[in-house]
């Protein structure tokens, strides 16, 4: 078994093209994710109402598809409702910012709801106005809780970035196996497609720890 | 009692010195009944105690003083302001009636001096420095300034309510409601508590409080009220409160308690 470098090296252009479209599918993505998420959880905390059920059913929905499903659903039978064909990169975006929506959409309710009432209470008492409770006494301490799951769902964004190129987006894992099989160099380009991901996602995790640790010391 | 206060609505001079006046207020949880028409009014300047055993609606009323709690009948008025009033009105009663709570409830993502600046800057329109200054004044009266970088949870329980105290008196209230201030404290933290709290009581603030401090409620209060189940039952000086409890309840309670 031998590793040869310098087919790697040979076609470093190609990989770095590949990360880079990695990267602009992660984060256009996720900005899509947050959006829906944000208006998601809104619904969700109404409590009763269409919107509320609304809210509610696409979550159930979405966390019961596979991604892979969304994934080509969108892409192969969105045209047939859409009346308008997306590209590959834009359907995959939009297929893997849904069900990342609808988790995030749980992770900020959850992330709200965890705000002690009393905190609630103190701040009404004080007379702060609905917006500077929010502001000041609610988002904070709920950001802070958001943030290690939050960032745990970047991380399997970040994986699942991999699906779209079976709908022939161009990003890393497509471009390894492409240039796998056209060379038969399939241990070097996918061994560096992994170690691309794990640098990638490795930074992630290490926050969370930190986080999740601050957390449970309780300490600002 | 309803002509009275009609009539003191014209006359100023009588009018505003009530600053409380709370006629048959009922509220129900549910079929739940947990204040079983109160009334009760506290003048100007005025340090009232209500005591009497968990669950009697002690809490339950304070809480409908500043809106926290909404009420299901009769009428409650705050200065000049009469509830449930306007989104509006009921923010200016929050601002005019300070809270402190049994379980302190101070922001734990904000140092000692930003928990008691932070409402004067948003509901009053101070700058921060001014704000500030408020506060590190206030701090230091209720004993707290050095500690005033620091977070809540670095403080003891005693220290964090008197933050707390601090961090109501920095809206410039006219009333002072304590729930149970002292309860979810250390034994040997309530007097510095109590002692911010009698020291507040001589500066001509009225006062509200449900306690458990029966000999507290004796030595500062001007009156003091015993409540069970929905109901305040007695109402009258700390003097003839103790020394002359005339209702059973009030007896078996106090028999209890002291």
Redesign the interface.
């Known amino acids: 078994m031998n590793f040869d470098t310098s087919i790697i090296w040979q076609n470093l252009p190609m990989l770095l093209g590949g990360i880079w479209l990695t990267v602009v599918t992660v984060f256009l993505s996720l900005a899509v994710a947050i959006v829906i998420g944000l208006l998601v959880c809104a619904g969700t905390l109404l409590g009763k109402g269409f919107v509320y059920h609304l809210s509610v059913s696409y979550v159930a929905l979405f966390r019961a598809l596979p991604e892979p499903v969304i994934i080509f659903w969108l892409y192969y039978c969105g045209p047939l409702i859409l009346n308008s064909k997306l590209s590959a990169f834009e359907s995959g975006t939009i297929a893997l910012a849904i069900p990342s929506g609808a988790y995030l959409a749980e992770i900020f309710r959850a992330g709200v709801q965890a705000v002690p009432r009393g905190q609630i209470e103190a701040g009404r008492a004080l007379g702060l106005s609905s917006f500077w409770l929010v502001c000041d006494v609610v988002a904070p301490q709920a950001l802070r809780m958001m943030i290690p799951p939050a960032l745990g769902i970047v991380t399997i964004l970040i994986k699942n970035s991999a699906l779209v190129s079976a709908i022939g987006v161009e990003e890393l894992f497509y471009r390894a196996t492409v240039l796998g099989g056209q060379t038969f160099h399939y241990f070097e380009f996918l061994t560096v497609a992994a170690v691309m991901y794990v640098l990638m996602i490795l930074p992630l995790s290490v926050i969370v720890q930190r986080q999740e640790r601050r957390l449970l010391a309780k300490v600002w | 009692m309803i002509l009275n206060t009609e009539i003191t609505d014209f006359l100023p001079g009588l009018g505003s010195s009530r600053m409380i006046i709370c006629e048959e207020v009922r509220k129900f949880f549910g079929a739940f009944e947990a204040l079983k028409g109160v009334t009760l009014e506290v003048i100007r300047g005025e340090v009232v105690c209500i005591i009497g055993p968990s669950g009697g609606g002690k809490s339950t009323f304070l809480r409908t003083l ?3 709690e909404p009420f299901d009948a009769g009428r409650i008025r705050i200065d000049q302001i009469e509830l449930p009033g306007t989104r509006r009105e009921i ?2 009663v ?2 005019e ?3 402190v ?1 049994q ?1 302190f ?5 904000m140092t000692v001096r930003r928990n008691v600046a ?2 004067p800057v ?2 009053r329109g101070l700058s921060w420095a001014e704000a500030n200054v408020r506060a590190e004044r206030l701090l230091a009266r209720v004993g707290i300034f050095d500690q005033i970088d620091k ?1 809540p ?1 670095q403080l003891s329980g005693g220290q964090q309510q008197r933050v707390a105290i601090a ?2 008196l920095a ?1 410039e209230p006219k009333v002072l409601l304590f729930d149970e201030p002292t309860s979810s404290l250390d034994p040997e933290m309530v007097q510095e508590v109590l002692e911010v709290m009698r020291e507040l009581a001589h500066t001509g603030i009225t006062m509200l409080m449900a306690t458990h401090e029966i000999g507290f409620a004796r030595e500062i209060a001007d009156r003091v009220a015993f409540m069970v189940d929905g109901t305040l039952l007695h109402l009258a000086s700390p003097k003839e409160f103790f020394d002359r409890p005339s209702d059973p309840r009030l007896n078996s309670f106090l028999s209890k308690v002291l």
């Open positions: 500043n809106g926290l923010l200016e929050r601002r009636v300070g809270m709570f379980s409830n101070l922001f734990p993502h932070l409402a948003r509901g977070y949870s961090r109501a809206m």
